[in-house]
């Protein structure tokens, strides 16, 4: 199943390369949602910044993508560009430190963003993390992407992102039970 | 308890990476943008290193670019030259003057214009007579002497020596060159007076040298002397060194008039007047019982013909004399005073802590100048390198940026 997933992807890159726009839809129905998912939970949650990260990503990609050479997924390639281009974004609207006066906040599926509830408290503590470990719990708590698939994105060994994984997760869960609301 | 924190943070984690809503295709505006055209933003450049189109143009503009800086730098290399001073010039003339330097190119006995002009040579510099000897083999002339056949013996400054009867031996080294040679040397010295006076003691009188002009002008300070010696052609050089010693030489100029050519075509049409003398004297001779005007014109022809002779003797005789001693106009002007020293402060130890502190300070101030210029010359001077060393790092950084990362090893 996987395997045809990145066959068809590929085929739809190859057909990108050639100019093919519908093949780039192709491709962005597979995979645009979970990037702009991605794009936001890196960004701080503004939505706005996230589908500028994923515009440009696309534009990346169409451009790029005579060149890929097949060393990854094209998946794995993708998130690897998107990743990329939410560093440069974040880094240009200071988003981390400005995450709490962000325009567009996560909004729960039936629940108002609390900043007091513990979700609000746990997302103020993801986005002070710093910015490895950051990227590390969202990628790898993105639906989309594995453990290895989400190593392969940050271009590092798997063994260094279970480690820093756990110390994130280790930061939150303390944060969480040491500064739990009275 | 911390299982349920556990699960809140998965939660939470899972939330914040969802996207809420409907996909706002943004891939048609990323699609859109691609065809109008980069954006102008940062990420246009990244764009243009990115794209397939531009790399190679922008590869090509680097390597144009520094072909052309290679080719500038080769240019401004083969255009720099080491130029001579004109103030050495100036100074130090040309090559001191030196007999061997006015010896001709090597000319070839098998052409018989150059043999014949080498024989005519020989004939003219080879005699032995009064007074101070020829050379053979050296650029002076003697003074008056008179052309003697082939085969007659030379002087080579020590004896008279048989001269070689094969013309062919000869190389054109051991033939003479006839050249008036003139020096002029400006001297600086605070004593003009006493320079002046030496300069003069500095001729030989034994040799035939003499002072042809001098003069002493001024007082004090505008004291001004000029000398024009002539020394013997073979003394130049030395009278030149004992000038130098005399003081600072501002200026030395050196030169000579090769009137070898001149001098030879003189000695040729004098020994052909002499033959027709000689003819003439002896068609006289045997026509005593001719008709008085014939002898009458004989003898006007005679005396033409004799005339003739005198004036290219004295031609060679003076040019013979102008090669024999050389030409040496020496100019001795005062020295510039030097700066009167500072009085000295004798206050002690402070005013030499203060000028000490002083220069401390204005050295300090140079160093820092000059710290400062050299890093605005490697920033300027370096300006294109930093502007392609920035092109390099912005390619590489988007180079790993975009490389696809290593094959994830997958475990589902």
């Not at chain 2, 914040?16 to 859109?32: H, I, L, N």
């Not at chain 2, 320079?195 to 001024?218: H, N």
Request: net charge negative; hydrophobic share 40%; aromatic share 6%.
């Amino acid at each position: 199943m996987r395997m045809e997933r990145d066959a068809a992807d590929l085929a739809s890159l190859r057909a990108v390369a050639s100019g093919d726009t519908d093949a780039l839809g192709q491709l962005a129905a597979r995979h645009e949602r979970p990037m702009l998912g991605l794009a936001r939970g890196l960004l701080g949650g503004s939505r706005s910044d996230a589908e500028d990260a994923v515009q440009t990503t696309w534009a990346s990609v169409i451009r790029s993508s005579g060149r890929f050479e097949g060393r990854s997924s094209v998946k794995t390639w993708l998130y690897h560009i998107l990743v990329n281009e939410c560093r440069d974004l974040a880094k240009r609207r200071r988003v981390v430190a400005n995450a709490e006066s962000a325009p567009d906040h996560i909004a729960a599926t039936s629940e108002q963003v609390n900043d007091d509830d513990d979700p609000g408290r746990i997302r103020r503590a993801v986005l002070a993390l710093p910015q490895a470990q950051r990227e590390i719990l969202l990628l790898c708590f993105h639906n989309g992407l594995t453990h290895e698939q989400a190593a392969s994105v940050l271009g590092i060994p798997a063994g260094t992102l279970k480690t820093r994984l756990r110390a994130g997760y280790a930061t939150l869960r303390q944060f969480l039970t040491t500064e739990a609301p009275a | 308890m911390s299982d349920m924190h556990d699960k809140k943070i998965d939660d939470t984690l899972r939330a914040m990476t969802e996207w809420e809503g409907d996909a706002p295709s943004v891939w048609k505006r990323a699609a859109a943008d691609v065809k109008s055209g980069p954006a102008t933003t940062r990420r246009s450049l990244r764009d243009l290193l990115t794209s397939r189109v531009p790399r190679p143009f922008l590869s090509a503009a680097a390597l144009l670019l520094i072909v052309v800086l290679v080719v500038a730098a080769l240019q401004t290399q083969s255009a720099s030259r080491v130029s001579i001073s004109e103030t050495n010039l100036k100074q130090f003339g040309t090559a001191s003057p030196n007999v061997d330097n006015a010896w001709s190119a090597p000319r070839d006995m098998r052409d018989p214009t150059q043999k014949r002009q080498i024989q005519d040579e020989w004939i003219v510099f080879g005699y032995e007579g009064e007074g101070e000897p020829h050379l053979t083999g050296g650029g002076y002339g003697g003074s008056g002497g008179t052309a003697v056949p082939t085969g007659a013996r030379e002087w080579d400054g020590r004896q008279w020596t048989e001269a070689p009867n094969n013309l062919q031996e000869l190389t054109t080294t051991s033939l003479a060159r006839a050249v008036v040679r003139k020096a002029t040397m400006q001297l600086q010295t605070p004593d003009v007076r006493a320079v002046y006076l030496k300069a003069t003691q500095i001729i030989s009188q034994a040799r035939g040298e003499f002072i042809s002009d001098s003069a002493l002008q001024g007082t004090d300070e505008s004291l001004q002397a000029h000398l024009t010696l002539r020394v013997a052609a073979e003394r130049l050089d030395t009278v030149l060194n004992e000038l130098r010693e005399l003081g600072e030489v501002v200026s030395e100029e050196s030169g000579g008039d090769d009137v070898t050519d001149q001098l030879v075509d003189l000695q040729a049409r004098l020994r052909n007047e002499q033959r027709v003398e000689v003819e003439l004297l002896e068609l006289l001779q045997t026509r005593e019982s001719a008709p008085l005007e014939d002898i009458l014109e004989l003898r006007r022809q005679i005396g033409l013909v004799r005339e003739q002779i005198e004036r290219y003797e004295a031609r060679v005789a003076n040019i013979n004399k102008l090669v024999s001693l050389a030409t040496v106009l020496v100019i001795i002007r005062p020295a510039p005073e030097p700066q009167e020293e500072e009085e000295e402060d004798k206050a002690g130890v402070g005013a030499y802590f203060m000028e000490n502190l002083s220069a401390a300070w204005s050295t300090g101030l140079t160093w820092l100048s000059d710290s400062i210029a050299i890093l605005v010359r490697a920033f300027v001077g370096g300006l294109v390198w930093w502007f392609l060393v920035v092109l390099v790092v912005l390619f590489l950084r988007h180079l790993w940026r975009a490389a696809p990362p290593p094959r994830a090893q997958t475990t589902d």
